[in-house]
């Protein structure tokens, strides 16, 4: 799909930094498709856009609430049964990269049970009941800023894949 940014926007934002950067592409992708994310939507992107959403998408949940949270919302057919982890590696994120693999894993092994309906109370006992996954939340806690780094390079060395400057 194409989605269209005037190149003084993008100035702006590349000035302000990575996240704004990124933010405006991400948002402007997200509002081509009509601000939703699912398979409908998906079918008019590419890969590289797809992706850049799967990124925000995880950013999102794993800083809000972990992979458990991630998991629980319904991503994780998204993110681990998808190319992602391999879209990253491709994109330069590689310790990233091997972090979703082991997301992926424990979403196979426990995947069933993090998704099924629960209370709030339930749902904040995930938390203890799987503490297999405190240590991917932390290792993404402390490589995000690394990693959203290296995919704003990435975004911004392949810049047509993302969008169309308009002048």
């Not at 398979?39 to 890969?47: F, Y």
């Not at 810049?159 to 400057?165: N, P, R």
Request: aromatic fraction near 12%; glycine fraction near 6%; include cysteine.
């Amino acid at each position: 799909m194409d989605v269209k940014i005037q190149e003084s926007k993008l100035q702006e934002a590349a000035a302000s930094g990575t996240d704004a950067f990124l933010t405006l592409i991400h948002d402007s992708i997200l509002a081509a498709v009509g601000g939703e994310v699912n398979a409908e939507t998906l079918q008019l992107l590419n890969g590289e856009q797809t992706t850049l959403l799967a990124y925000f998408i995880l950013r999102s949940e794993v800083m809000d609430g972990g992979f458990i949270q991630l998991i629980h919302n319904g991503y994780g057919p998204f993110i681990f049964l998808n190319p992602f982890a391999k879209a990253m590696r491709l994109w330069g994120a590689h310790e990233f990269s091997k972090l979703v693999y082991k997301g992926r894993k424990l979403f196979e092994k426990y995947g069933d049970e993090l998704c099924s309906e629960c209370s709030d109370e339930d749902f904040m006992a995930l938390f203890e009941q799987y503490p297999q996954f405190d240590d991917l939340d932390d290792a993404f806690v402390e490589m995000e800023e690394e990693v959203t780094d290296t995919i704003a390079h990435y975004v911004d060395e392949h810049l047509e894949q993302f969008i169309i400057i308009e002048h």
